[in-house]
Nanobody
Framework: QVQLVESGGGLVQPGGSLRLSCAAS????????MYWYRQAPGKERELVAG????????NYADSVKGRFTVSRDNTKNTLYLQMNSLKLEDTAVYYC?????????????WGKGTLVTVSS
């Protein structure tokens, strides 16, 4: 029932910008903290950014702090990631994630990802 669909990825030059979106459905979006992860070629998945359910608090990986901004629109059930000053190292598949706890067990739900390629 839970569905997360990422979009907005593509090819961008170093120093450029891109905005990713994650359309969520199948759960009460406004009740859950949301996260962006990414997985670069040959590397493990890493946490990029997180945002609380009401959007009042955010956190970022040190590698993207000051360049990326996570936000959400609870009226549209959509999560965003604004990426500025992109670097080659930002190349990765970006995933939307929502951890949901039910009966004391936490389950992670993921989108299929959207590819961001930073290249000149």
């Amino acid at each position: 029932q839970v569905q997360l669909v990422e979009s907005g990825g593509g090819l961008v030059q170093p120093g450029g910008s891109l905005r990713l979106s994650c359309a969520a459905s199948g759960f009460i979006f406004s009740s859950y903290d949301m996260y962006w992860y990414r997985q670069a070629p040959g590397k493990e998945r890493e946490l990029v950014a997180g945002i609380t359910s009401a959007g009042s608090s955010t956190n970022y990986a040190d590698s993207v702090k000051g360049r990326f901004t996570v936000s959400r629109d609870n009226t549209k059930n959509t999560l965003y990631l604004q990426m500025n000053s992109l670097k080659l190292e930002d190349t990765a598949v970006y995933y939307c994630n929502v951890p949901r706890t039910r009966l004391y067990r936490t389950l992670d739900y993921w989108g299929k990802g959207t590819l961001v390629t930073v290249s000149s």
